[in-house]
């Protein structure tokens, strides 16, 4: 198997894949949203996953729980609890997700 170079993996301008790697068992993206705002609402699926702010600042939902991130800072959820993120500050919120199956 060769490497794959993709360019449509949302925030990301170029993603390879090296030869060998699964490609179903890792996902990473980068969202930005605006004030007030979230990329879609509370869900569940399958895996683990993780929430990491790189600017501004959100708040994460787990199950009845939520924690306030900023800059630098991280929450890992399990997926089959419902969770989410959203922006309650004042400037856009930049994270990364990764989900691991």
Known sequence: M???IR???????RFIFEAGADR?????HISEVGPGQRAHP????DGQEIFYVFSGEGEV????ATHRVSD???VHVDCHVLH?????????LRY?????K
Do not use: Y
């Open 2 to 4: 060769e490497k794959e």
């Open 61 to 64: 939902l787990f199950g009845e």
């Open 72 to 74: 630098n800072e991280a």
């Open 24 to 28: 179903d068992q890792l996902h990473l």
């Open 7 to 13: 360019s449509d993996i949302k925030g990301i301008n």
């Open 42 to 45: 509370p869900h569940t699926h």
């Open 96 to 100: 990364a997700v990764i989900i691991a």
């Open 84 to 92: 989410g993120i959203r922006n309650v500050g004042e400037t856009p």
